[in-house]
């Protein structure tokens, strides 16, 4: 893991330099990292960005414990798992990873709302349709076994056309990455969830 490093001491300086304690934790790989505007979309829920490059699922449990330190938020919201898969892990394996993740969100934030977001599907990455749907199912079905405020948003199915294919136009020109289009659809996906799911969960924490 120590090719992380940079990366990681990066998140760190991001931590230490915010002017306020973050509510709302965005973590996991590049799709989180390279959200230009994630402080202005979710200016409301005082954000803080702790996405780091080519992380993988397995990557975010190795680092949870350092990055999350001293950390008190009131939810967490989680995408990784992508390059697991484009890595040649098997979806099983992957789903481990996740479990370990879900061992690490409950040992810190035992109380607070938990958000996975699927794996999407990719441009370059339509040879492994069929290993990023599995992989999304095994995810999902574990999330809904784990207990009240763990939540799966499914944004797989709003990134793909009637035959399975993926919007172009929501991907950069690497095929790999999101457009701006693609996280304005993230954008909007995740505070319409957090406005119906998280919102009501929180307000019943605090009673």
Request: hydrophobic share 35%; with cysteine.
């Amino acid at each position: 893991m120590v090719w992380y490093e940079d990366e990681v001491k990066r998140v760190e300086n991001e931590s230490s330099k915010l002017q306020y304690s973050p509510k709302t934790i965005f973590y996991g790989s590049s799709s989180m990292r390279l959200w230009k505007n994630l402080y202005e979309d979710f200016k409301e829920y005082e954000p803080i960005n702790l996405g780091f490059g080519g992380s993988t699922l397995a990557a975010c449990v190795w680092f949870f414990d350092r990055i999350m330190e001293n950390l008190q938020p009131d939810q967490i919201i989680v995408y990784a798992g992508d390059n697991d898969l484009g890595d040649g892990r098997n979806p099983e394996e992957v789903y481990i990873f996740f479990e370990q993740l879900l061992v690490c969100i409950q040992k810190y934030f035992p109380h607070i709302p938990f958000t996975f977001i699927s794996i999407k599907p990719s441009i370059r990455r339509r040879n492994i349709r069929d290993q990023i749907c599995y992989t999304n199912s095994l995810i999902r079905e574990a999330i809904e076994k784990s207990g009240p405020n763990n939540y799966f948003v499914n944004v797989y199915d709003k990134m793909v056309d009637a035959a399975g294919n993926p919007l172009p136009d929501l991907y950069d020109p690497d095929g790999l990455h999101l457009s701006p289009k693609g996280y304005e659809l993230w954008k909007n996906t995740l505070l319409t969830h957090i406005s119906l799911n998280v919102e009501g969960a929180l307000t019943q924490l605090q009673k």
